[in-house]
Structures are given as C-alpha cells and as structure tokens.
T-cell receptor, first 114, second 116 residues
Framework: AQSVSQHNHHVILSEAASLELGCNYS??????LFWYVQYPGQHLQLLLK??????LVKGIKGFEAEFIKSKFSFNLRKPSVQWSDTAEYFCAVNAEGGRRALTFGSGTRLQVQP | GAVVSQHPSWVICKSGTSVKIECRSLDFQATTMFWYRQFPKQSLMLMATSNEGSKATYEQGVEKDKFLINHASLTLSTLTVTSAHPEDSSFYICSAPQGAQRQPQHFGDGTRLSIL
C-alpha cells in the first residue's frame, strides 16, 4: 500500500513570497502523483499531475511540481504567491495500473497575507 | 462548474438517525465512485469503493453494516450512515473518476455530518 507524507502542516507567507510544499511517498512500484487544492468552502480541484515523462510538471495558476524518483518526492512550488492562493493543499498518489482511489497526505494549510 | 454533485452539504441530526448522502456524476457515467472521510485537520481516508451493479468494496476497519453503499445507476452512488452516533461526525467526500486510467477524478463538495 502507498503512504504519503506532507511535512508542512501550516505555512504562512506574505504575498510575492516563493512557495515550496514538501511531499514524500512510500511505495515499491510505479506511482501516479497529484496535487489538489481545496479553497475554503469548495471541492478539491486538481492543480497538476505526474504520470511519466518530464519530471517537472506545470499546473494551473502558476504552480509546478518536480518528481524526484530517488527521493520519492513530489514537491509543489510557486515562485510568487498571491492572497488568492490561501487554501489547503493535498498531495496524493495512486499506483500505476492499480485502482484509481487516491492515498492522500495530511494536507498543508497555506495562508497568504496581503 | 462542478462535474460531481454531492448532497446534502451539511446535516445535523440526532443520535440514532440514519443519514443518506448522494453523489451524482454530471455529464459522464461513473461505474466506480469512491467515498472518503476526513477528520478535522487530517487527511482524506478512503472508506470504500462503490461499484455500479455490484457490492461495494470496503477498506479495512470500515463497518459495511454501518456505512451502506448503493450504486444503483451509472451516475448515482449513495452512502447511508445507519444509526449514526457522535463518533460518526465527520466530513464525507465522494469522487468519481472519468474515463480511462489517467483521466482526472472529480470530487464532490463534501458533506459535513454532525451527530448530536
């Protein structure tokens, strides 16, 4: 079974600061990796995903993530955050070729101060 | 716009009541849907996989008689929390994968269940 660890539980940044949220996973096989965002009162939305190919993936709203296989990591980055990025961020995985249910990390609450 | 509709969004009821939560896929068919539970400040935990036309698959530790799942059509799955108690209070979220393996999953808005 897979497991996902997000190290930052609560991050507070000022607008224009750079963001990096950590995500590490544990699984012996090939995984698909995802970052979801949940804005207050809204449903989970997909920010970006990695299945194969270029380990640097770009998502919506200026977010990107890099898959480093040797470190089992898939950290989320954004060069300059905005107040509207305030939300909960979840890293998730599922096994390639396996069932599509996701294993989520515990989430990181990002608070961007104007 | 939302492609998965979850209803109701918030339920408050007395202990011993049974509560039904609906999850509908809009504009696409979903032979499989997933039900997750999220405790405050914790991650989403998969409870069960809902399979259209067959029995749901429950994760270890989830009581199938407590959390009844029915997936009667290609667009609707229901989760019924039977004889709910305060410890069942939580945030329940459904998701439905659309299309082939690498196509996105769509999440409902979630249902906040509060048992008094």
């Amino acid at each position: 079974a897979q497991s996902v660890s997000q190290h930052n539980h609560h991050v507070i940044l000022s607008e224009a600061a750079s963001l990096e949220l950590g995500c590490n996973y544990s699984y012996g096989g090939t995984v698909n990796l995802f970052w979801y965002v949940q804005y207050p009162g809204q449903h989970l939305q997909l920010l970006l995903k990695y299945f194969s190919g270029d380990p640097l993936v770009k998502g919506i709203k200026g977010f990107e993530a890099e898959f480093i296989k040797s470190k089992f990591s898939f950290n989320l980055r954004k060069p300059s955050v905005q107040w509207s990025d305030t939300a909960e961020y979840f890293c998730a995985v599922n096994a390639e070729g396996g069932r599509r249910a996701l294993t989520f990390g515990s989430g990181t609450r990002l608070q961007v101060q104007p | 716009g939302a492609v998965v509709s979850q209803h109701p969004s918030w339920v408050i009821c007395k202990s011993g009541t049974s509560v039904k939560i609906e999850c509908r896929s809009l504009d696409f068919q979903a032979t499989t849907m997933f039900w997750y539970r999220q405790f405050p400040k914790q991650s989403l935990m998969l409870m069960a996989t809902s399979n259209e036309g067959s029995k749901a698959t429950y994760e270890q530790g989830v009581e199938k008689d407590k959390f009844l799942i029915n997936h009667a059509s290609l667009t609707l799955s229901t989760l019924t929390v039977t004889s709910a108690h305060p410890e069942d209070s939580s945030f329940y979220i459904c998701s439905a994968p659309q299309g082939a393996q690498r196509q996105p999953q769509h999440f409902g808005d979630g249902t906040r269940l509060s048992i008094l």
